[in-house]
Structure formats: C-alpha cells, structure tokens
C-alpha cells in the first residue's frame, strides 16, 4: 500500500516561510508520476499549487508564482514544497499527490498538513 505522509505546516507570520515535506513509500515506481501539491480551504475546491512532471519541468499557479518552489529528492524518496513570502491568503490545507498523466495509474494522496498565515 503506497502512502504519502505530508509535514512541515504550521502557524507563520505573513512575510515567513515554510517547507513542506511528503515522504512515499519506497516500493513505488515514482519515475511514471507527476507529482503535485494541492491546497484547499474550507467550502472550496481543492486547487494545485505546483507540480514536477515527469522530465523536471516545473508548472506553478499564479499565485503562488516567484514565491513557492517545489523539488523532489529521489533518493530519499521525498517531495518538497518551499514556501516563501507567505500571505494570510496562503492559508490551506495542502496536501501532496502523484499522478500518471496518462490517467492508466492509480493516483496517491496525503491527508494533507495545515498552514496557517497570521499575525
């Protein structure tokens, strides 16, 4: 059973930063995935926030352009979100998924970790 745990949320002052961390499970064929992160607050859908495809280009929101970076370290197996010049609008839930693009592979989620923005 493949499992991503997410970590690293917490409560931050605006201007602050954040890294978020999912680890997966090792018996996993991460090279067929996209990777992703998402967030989502309450009575909303939830959004992607950034992703790796599968040659390492990385795609980001509009919102979250120039501020967040995500990155992946295969070796340990974990996917990073940095967050920087954090917003009050930032505050979500973000979880971490990985995808097959092709839509032939089962997709794995996080139950997600809390960020909150506030002064």
């Known amino acids: 059973q493949v499992q991503l745990v997410e970590s690293g949320g917490g409560l931050v002052q605006p201007g602050g930063s954040l890294r978020l961390s999912c680890v997966h499970s090792?018996?996993?064929?991460?090279?067929?995935?996209?990777w992703h992160w998402y967030r989502q607050t309450p009575g909303t859908l939830r959004t992607s926030v950034a992703t790796?495809?599968?040659?390492?280009?990385?795609t980001y929101a509009d919102a979250v352009k120039g501020r967040f970076t995500i990155s992946r370290d295969s070796a340990e197996n974990t996917l990073f979100l940095q967050m920087d010049n954090l917003k009050p609008e930032d505050t979500a839930v973000y979880y971490c998924?990985?995808?097959?693009?092709?839509?032939?592979?089962?997709?794995?989620w996080g139950k997600g970790t809390q960020v909150t923005v506030s002064s």
């Open positions: 998924s990985a995808e097959s693009p092709e839509g032939v592979l089962p997709s794995y």
């Open positions: 090792e018996s996993f064929p991460d090279h067929l995935y996209e």
């Open positions: 790796i495809r599968r040659g390492g280009r990385s």
